[in-house]
T-cell receptor, first 115, second 117 residues
Framework: DTEVTQTPKHLVMGMTNKKSLKCEQH?????MYWYKQKAKKPPELMFVYSYEKLSINESVPSRFSPECPNSSLLNLHLHALQPEDSALYLC??????????????FGPGTRLTVT | AQKVTQAQTEISVVEKEDVTLDCVYETRDTTYYLFWYKQPPSGELVFLIR????DEQNEISGRYSWNFQKSTSSFNFTITASQVVDSAVYFCALSEVNAGNNRKLIWGLGTSLAVNP
Protein backbone atom coordinates (compact mmCIF):
# COMPACT_ATOMS: atom_id res chain seq x y z
CA ASP A 1 0.00 0.00 0.00
CA THR A 2 1.31 3.39 -0.98
CA GLU A 3 1.99 5.78 1.85
CA VAL A 4 1.95 8.74 -0.49
CA THR A 5 -1.54 9.65 -1.59
CA GLN A 6 -2.59 12.05 -4.31
CA THR A 7 -5.93 13.57 -5.21
CA PRO A 8 -7.60 13.73 -7.59
CA LYS A 9 -6.62 10.72 -9.71
CA HIS A 10 -7.86 12.38 -12.87
CA LEU A 11 -8.49 16.04 -13.64
CA VAL A 12 -9.81 17.74 -16.75
CA MET A 13 -9.62 21.51 -16.76
CA GLY A 14 -10.02 24.36 -19.18
CA MET A 15 -7.30 26.88 -19.82
CA THR A 16 -9.04 29.51 -17.70
CA ASN A 17 -9.71 27.29 -14.69
CA LYS A 18 -7.96 27.26 -11.36
CA LYS A 19 -7.47 23.91 -9.72
CA SER A 20 -5.21 22.30 -7.13
CA LEU A 21 -3.48 18.95 -6.86
CA LYS A 22 -2.98 17.54 -3.40
CA CYS A 23 -0.41 15.16 -1.98
CA GLU A 24 -0.06 13.70 1.49
CA GLN A 25 2.63 11.45 2.92
CA HIS A 26 2.55 9.46 6.14
CA UNK A 27 6.17 8.38 6.40
CA UNK A 28 7.59 11.25 8.41
CA UNK A 29 9.67 12.40 5.46
CA UNK A 30 10.94 15.98 5.40
CA UNK A 31 11.50 16.32 1.64
CA MET A 32 8.66 16.40 -0.86
CA TYR A 33 8.73 16.66 -4.62
CA TRP A 34 6.53 17.46 -7.61
CA TYR A 35 7.27 15.84 -10.94
CA LYS A 36 5.69 16.10 -14.36
CA GLN A 37 5.77 13.05 -16.61
CA LYS A 38 4.86 12.87 -20.26
CA ALA A 39 4.08 9.57 -21.94
CA LYS A 40 7.08 7.32 -22.57
CA LYS A 41 9.43 9.75 -20.80
CA PRO A 42 11.09 9.75 -17.39
CA PRO A 43 9.71 12.09 -14.71
CA GLU A 44 10.84 15.73 -14.86
CA LEU A 45 11.49 17.40 -11.54
CA MET A 46 9.48 20.57 -10.95
CA PHE A 47 9.84 21.52 -7.27
CA VAL A 48 11.49 20.26 -4.11
CA TYR A 49 10.49 21.21 -0.58
CA SER A 50 12.91 20.53 2.22
CA TYR A 51 11.70 21.02 5.80
CA GLU A 52 8.65 22.83 4.40
CA LYS A 53 10.77 25.35 2.51
CA LEU A 54 11.04 25.53 -1.26
CA SER A 55 14.58 24.47 -2.07
CA ILE A 56 14.46 23.72 -5.79
CA ASN A 57 12.36 25.30 -8.53
CA GLU A 58 13.39 23.91 -11.89
CA SER A 59 12.41 27.08 -13.75
CA VAL A 60 8.78 26.06 -13.77
CA PRO A 61 6.32 28.57 -15.31
CA SER A 62 4.44 30.66 -12.77
CA ARG A 63 1.12 29.11 -13.78
CA PHE A 64 2.26 26.28 -11.48
CA SER A 65 2.40 27.36 -7.84
CA PRO A 66 3.51 24.93 -5.13
CA GLU A 67 2.60 25.12 -1.48
CA CYS A 68 3.70 23.09 1.52
CA PRO A 69 1.30 23.79 4.42
CA ASN A 70 3.06 21.32 6.73
CA SER A 71 5.53 18.46 6.65
CA SER A 72 2.91 15.96 5.47
CA LEU A 73 1.10 17.98 2.81
CA LEU A 74 2.07 19.32 -0.57
CA ASN A 75 -0.18 21.18 -2.98
CA LEU A 76 0.25 22.27 -6.56
CA HIS A 77 -1.98 25.16 -7.60
CA LEU A 78 -2.76 25.38 -11.29
CA HIS A 79 -3.93 28.47 -13.15
CA ALA A 80 -4.20 29.36 -16.83
CA LEU A 81 -2.61 26.14 -17.99
CA GLN A 82 -1.88 25.29 -21.60
CA PRO A 83 -2.78 22.07 -23.44
CA GLU A 84 0.89 21.08 -23.43
CA ASP A 85 0.71 20.94 -19.63
CA SER A 86 -1.39 17.80 -19.93
CA ALA A 87 0.62 15.06 -18.24
CA LEU A 88 0.87 12.77 -15.24
CA TYR A 89 1.81 14.76 -12.14
CA LEU A 90 3.62 12.75 -9.53
CA CYS A 91 4.30 13.61 -5.92
CA UNK A 92 7.13 11.98 -4.00
CA UNK A 93 8.70 12.15 -0.58
CA UNK A 94 12.01 11.12 0.93
CA UNK A 95 14.08 11.32 4.04
CA UNK A 96 16.29 14.34 4.37
CA UNK A 97 19.54 15.03 6.17
CA UNK A 98 23.05 13.56 6.48
CA UNK A 99 23.33 9.82 6.46
CA UNK A 100 20.00 9.18 4.84
CA UNK A 101 19.69 7.42 1.54
CA UNK A 102 17.13 9.68 -0.09
CA UNK A 103 15.16 7.14 -2.06
CA UNK A 104 11.96 8.74 -3.16
CA UNK A 105 8.56 7.18 -2.65
CA PHE A 106 5.93 8.14 -5.17
CA GLY A 107 2.22 8.60 -5.08
CA PRO A 108 -0.09 7.17 -7.74
CA GLY A 109 -0.17 10.45 -9.65
CA THR A 110 -2.81 12.78 -11.02
CA ARG A 111 -3.52 12.48 -14.72
CA LEU A 112 -4.20 16.02 -15.89
CA THR A 113 -5.83 16.95 -19.17
CA VAL A 114 -6.00 20.60 -20.18
CA THR A 115 -8.62 21.38 -22.82
CA ALA B 1 28.15 15.62 -16.22
CA GLN B 2 26.00 12.99 -14.61
CA LYS B 3 24.12 10.69 -16.90
CA VAL B 4 22.21 7.42 -16.88
CA THR B 5 21.91 5.35 -20.03
CA GLN B 6 19.40 2.58 -20.53
CA ALA B 7 20.23 1.41 -24.02
CA GLN B 8 17.29 -0.98 -24.31
CA THR B 9 14.17 0.98 -25.19
CA GLU B 10 11.83 -1.99 -25.41
CA ILE B 11 12.18 -5.67 -24.56
CA SER B 12 9.63 -8.38 -25.26
CA VAL B 13 9.92 -11.84 -23.71
CA VAL B 14 7.74 -14.87 -23.19
CA GLU B 15 6.68 -15.75 -19.68
CA LYS B 16 9.26 -17.73 -17.66
CA GLU B 17 12.18 -16.34 -19.64
CA ASP B 18 14.95 -14.58 -17.76
CA VAL B 19 15.56 -10.97 -18.77
CA THR B 20 18.30 -8.46 -17.93
CA LEU B 21 17.79 -4.72 -18.07
CA ASP B 22 20.98 -2.74 -18.53
CA CYS B 23 21.91 0.51 -16.82
CA VAL B 24 25.16 2.42 -17.32
CA TYR B 25 25.89 5.60 -15.42
CA GLU B 26 28.39 8.46 -15.44
CA THR B 27 29.28 10.55 -12.41
CA ARG B 28 32.21 12.44 -10.95
CA ASP B 29 30.94 12.02 -7.40
CA THR B 30 32.72 9.51 -5.19
CA THR B 31 29.58 9.05 -3.13
CA TYR B 32 26.38 8.39 -4.97
CA TYR B 33 23.29 6.21 -4.95
CA LEU B 34 21.71 4.20 -7.71
CA PHE B 35 18.07 3.20 -7.86
CA TRP B 36 15.67 1.10 -9.87
CA TYR B 37 12.00 1.98 -10.16
CA LYS B 38 9.13 0.10 -11.79
CA GLN B 39 6.23 1.91 -13.46
CA PRO B 40 3.34 -0.39 -14.39
CA PRO B 41 0.59 0.82 -16.74
CA SER B 42 -1.31 2.24 -13.75
CA GLY B 43 1.35 4.96 -13.57
CA GLU B 44 2.67 4.75 -10.03
CA LEU B 45 6.45 4.64 -9.73
CA VAL B 46 7.45 1.84 -7.39
CA PHE B 47 10.84 1.90 -5.66
CA LEU B 48 12.65 -1.42 -6.09
CA ILE B 49 16.19 -1.02 -4.82
CA ARG B 50 18.86 1.41 -3.68
CA UNK B 51 22.59 0.79 -3.89
CA UNK B 52 25.29 3.13 -2.60
CA UNK B 53 28.65 3.57 -4.24
CA UNK B 54 30.53 1.85 -1.41
CA ASP B 55 28.54 -1.35 -1.53
CA GLU B 56 29.23 -3.51 -4.55
CA GLN B 57 27.52 -6.59 -3.22
CA ASN B 58 24.96 -8.01 -5.56
CA GLU B 59 21.47 -8.32 -4.24
CA ILE B 60 18.70 -10.84 -4.73
CA SER B 61 15.08 -10.34 -3.79
CA GLY B 62 12.89 -13.20 -4.90
CA ARG B 63 12.96 -13.32 -8.69
CA TYR B 64 14.80 -9.97 -8.87
CA SER B 65 18.56 -9.56 -8.73
CA TRP B 66 20.89 -6.65 -9.23
CA ASN B 67 24.51 -6.62 -10.35
CA PHE B 68 26.45 -3.47 -9.44
CA GLN B 69 29.92 -3.13 -10.99
CA LYS B 70 31.81 0.11 -10.39
CA SER B 71 34.57 -0.96 -12.79
CA THR B 72 32.13 -0.77 -15.69
CA SER B 73 29.78 1.83 -14.13
CA SER B 74 26.88 -0.52 -14.52
CA PHE B 75 23.92 -1.46 -12.36
CA ASN B 76 22.01 -4.16 -14.19
CA PHE B 77 18.71 -5.70 -13.17
CA THR B 78 17.71 -9.30 -13.88
CA ILE B 79 14.26 -10.79 -13.59
CA THR B 80 14.30 -14.57 -13.38
CA ALA B 81 11.34 -16.58 -14.64
CA SER B 82 9.48 -13.48 -15.79
CA GLN B 83 5.75 -13.16 -15.29
CA VAL B 84 3.07 -11.11 -17.03
CA VAL B 85 2.84 -8.91 -13.92
CA ASP B 86 6.43 -7.84 -14.55
CA SER B 87 5.29 -5.94 -17.64
CA ALA B 88 6.15 -2.31 -16.94
CA VAL B 89 8.60 0.47 -17.69
CA TYR B 90 11.71 0.18 -15.56
CA PHE B 91 13.78 3.24 -14.77
CA CYS B 92 17.33 3.36 -13.48
CA ALA B 93 18.29 6.55 -11.62
CA LEU B 94 21.37 8.14 -10.07
CA SER B 95 21.24 10.56 -7.17
CA GLU B 96 23.07 13.84 -7.34
CA VAL B 97 23.68 16.12 -4.37
CA ASN B 98 23.48 19.80 -5.13
CA ALA B 99 24.89 22.67 -3.14
CA GLY B 100 21.85 22.80 -0.90
CA ASN B 101 22.23 19.14 0.03
CA ASN B 102 19.12 18.33 -1.90
CA ARG B 103 19.31 15.16 -3.86
CA LYS B 104 18.04 15.21 -7.39
CA LEU B 105 17.54 12.06 -9.37
CA ILE B 106 19.11 11.72 -12.79
CA TRP B 107 16.86 9.35 -14.70
CA GLY B 108 17.51 7.00 -17.54
CA LEU B 109 14.98 7.02 -20.36
CA GLY B 110 13.50 3.74 -19.18
CA THR B 111 13.13 0.26 -20.62
CA SER B 112 9.65 -0.92 -21.50
CA LEU B 113 9.35 -4.63 -20.71
CA ALA B 114 6.51 -6.68 -22.15
CA VAL B 115 6.11 -10.21 -20.80
CA ASN B 116 3.80 -12.23 -23.01
CA PRO B 117 1.91 -15.30 -21.86
Amino acid sequence: DTEVTQTPKHLVMGMTNKKSLKCEQHMGHRAMYWYKQKAKKPPELMFVYSYEKLSINESVPSRFSPECPNSSLLNLHLHALQPEDSALYLCASSQQGPGTSYEQYFGPGTRLTVT
Amino acid sequence: AQKVTQAQTEISVVEKEDVTLDCVYETRDTTYYLFWYKQPPSGELVFLIRRNSFDEQNEISGRYSWNFQKSTSSFNFTITASQVVDSAVYFCALSEVNAGNNRKLIWGLGTSLAVNP
